[in-house]
């Protein structure tokens, strides 16, 4: 059978080409793999729930809790359908394991990315991935704000006016843009079935297009080669083969995966819709993003309040912390494999602490980012009496600049010292082989 | 290659294909332009998202309460979120939720505490107060102030206004105050005594001029 499969589907060029593929054996290397089964459930669990979701925000009487004939109870017919989902036999767990998942995938990708970024891997040959990765984090973001959507009950509501207002905040285009994007003036009517689109064919499409080039390109220029792999075959390819060896790992490794989401998902509830309700004009109370937009949501909650107009276009603080700034700090993260200048492919990956500079500015990157979602955390810190109305902007505006710098110098000294003690190190070895030699 | 080219008086096969290729994409992309037009759905006033007109009665616009006529005793330094009602085309009764930009807050102050820059002649008697309950800067409802007493917090982006002075912008990112609108008491009833005095959101200063100039036309 082999033979007759092989003349029709020419399996061993492909076993040649791609099920040889040789995975470097580090812990650090699956943290793109969790990635890709995080997406893999996430496809699998979402066509389940969308067998059972109402694309719909028309109202519809609430079979919950009718009310009476002369005055329904009427919600929208997706908060509804979150509603019966709800009340499935493992509904809810459906729904749970997704939106963890989604968290997920968001965290293993931006811990991917700090792997990428710390080890040099973003250098030549793999520029094209690191970008391509970034576009991976930013639609798998796009889609997972989509996503918590989609239930539109009052939380939902209420993000989607502010993505609303973001959009509208753009000068010149932005009323259109907004109205292009979300099917007229908030709410329309056709709201929900455009974000449902979005949610379920295109964005899913666009990471699976990516996914796939990830990967393709992945398996072209190889793995960067662990540390050990130079001192065992210096320029040649370590590792396991995907087939045979790999793949009982990454069986292993999905169902590990998939039990702990399992075990989070049953223990750790996931946004209640039948607390938040459906939507009304009464806000929530210290409503905040998920926590990989909590940052976007700090600037916001700092920024002081000002309007400019320039040609008849309206810059306001909206746009500036809700579009400029993030655009500059993803703009600064596209830009880092250009930082590099080597000439050379880069085989294996680097020790972090022998690039400090690299190393000081991607943690106290991270630092800024860290501060500006603890900003995110303004009105709870104001109300846990830790800050003031008065002075919260203010401090928070001074940590924004000070915890990055102080985390800068910090991680280059630390790193001084790691190499004053390596290099002590060596030279008493040394000095203990000489005097060995004397002997 | 030779120095002189060939002078052919024929297009090449490789030119002409190149030419309707051109011509392809130029006209796939704006047919795909055009359909794309579609996405944005043409907007249309109906009477339910018209703003506040004069004469409408403000009722309650919490889920219990939706629709009860607000009586001047209930009203407190504490926020009210009120729908302006007004009637269809049959003159029957008619919420304008359909914008749900349209959310009022209403307070009512003992006389003397609220001040300047709100515009008094639009307040009843200087007690009780109308705004746009809606924050200028992404567009959430504003609610009390959980820690300063007499205040409005915005919860989206932490924006405060100051509702005993014309609802300026005391703290956070909001860029304008929240838009006044002029009421007056008509028996028990409170009742919307003309447009907002500024541009509430989502309008920009010419697009909320425009919008009064369309709601005018309609009702005339």
Known sequence: MNQWLDERLHISRLNDKFLRKAFPVHHSFFLGEITLFSLIILIITGIVLALSYEPSNSLIVNSFDPGTADKPNLIPAAYHSALKINAMPFGDMLRRVHHWTANIMVAAAVIHMMRIYFTGAFKKPREINWWIGMLLLIFTAL?????YILPYDNYAYNTVKVVYGIAASIPWIGSWLAQAAFAGNFPGEGIIPRI???HIMLLPGILLALTGAHMLLMIKQKHTQPQY???????????VPLLTQQTPIMLMLTLLFAGIVLLFSAFIPVHPVEFFGPPSTTPIQNIKPDWYLLWVFGALAIIPSFELTIFGGIIGSEFVGAILLPTVVIAAMFAVPMLDRSKDNNYYAENPTNHPVRLAIGTSFMALLIIMSVAGYKPDLISANVLTTGNANTVLWILMFVVPAVTYFATIGIVRGIRALREADERESLAHSTAAADD | MTRYRKQDPEMTR????????????TVG???LVGVLGTANPVFRLTRDKMPPVEGDVLVHAS????GEIIKPSELSEQLIRAWPMGKDKEGNNLIRKGDPNNVLAVFRYPKGQIVAPTNLEATIDGEIVAYSDICTHAGCSVSDDDQQEGQMKCPCHSGQYDPKRGCIVVGGPPPRPLAQLPIKMDGDKLVVAGFFLENPYPFTEAEWEARKEAVKAQLA
């Open chain 1, 196 to 198: 449902y689109g979005y």
């Open chain 1, 229 to 239: 792999a130079k001192r065992i075959a210096y320029k040649k390819i370590v590792g």
């Open chain 2, 14 to 25: 490789r030119r002409f294909i190149n030419a309707a290729m051109g011509t392809t994409a």
């Open chain 2, 29 to 31: 992309i704006v047919s």
């Open chain 2, 63 to 66: 889920a219990s309460k939706e």
């Open chain 1, 143 to 147: 889609t997972a704000v989509t996503g």
